[in-house]
């Protein structure tokens, strides 16, 4: 029986596979998850309807089951209207998770377009979608090593 909070069979399949430098792209419900990944990366969809599952929720069960050494958002470019606005609202709710997880780890924005050449990466070994509604909530992580 697994202790931690992720149960999903797929996802532990996959992080089971995986080790230190792979990288797991948590998308929005905005992401265009079949055509920007990886070419050993496999898709989860966990959009079930709008806002169902969200991206804080998977991060929250995902910082349960493994170590991360880099956690990046899309950054948003100059030139997009939303810039305008600041950061993102959901970011805040990720430095809340990150906290509670009892990580240390900064947000590292990567500007979109070379966020999409970052989950293009062979290094990426899972997407998974979300139905998350909020505008710029995509996040990769990179999986870092045990050390218990």
Not at 34 to 50: D, F, I, Q, Y
Not at 57 to 63: D, G, I, P, T, Y
Request: aromatic share 6%; hydrophobic share 40%.
């Amino acid at each position: 029986m697994l202790k931690h909070q992720l149960i999903h069979p797929k996802i532990n399949e996959v992080l089971g596979r995986s080790g230190h430098h792979s990288v797991v792209l948590i998308a929005d419900g905005n992401y265009p998850a079949w055509n920007k990944r990886g070419p050993n990366a496999e898709l989860v969809s966990l959009n079930l309807s709008p806002g169902v599952v969200n991206c804080t929720q998977v991060l929250r069960a995902l910082l349960s089951a493994i170590p991360v050494d880099h956690i990046h958002t899309m950054g948003i470019p100059a030139d997009d209207p939303y810039a305008q606005n600041g950061e993102p609202p959901v970011w805040n709710e990720y430095r809340t998770v990150l906290r509670e997880s009892g990580l240390s780890l900064s947000l590292e924005p990567i500007l979109k377009w070379d966020f999409y050449k970052a989950v293009e990466s062979p290094d990426h070994v899972l997407t998974i979608q979300t139905a998350d509604q909020s505008l710029w909530a995509n996040i990769l992580l990179t999986i870092g090593c045990r050390k218990d």
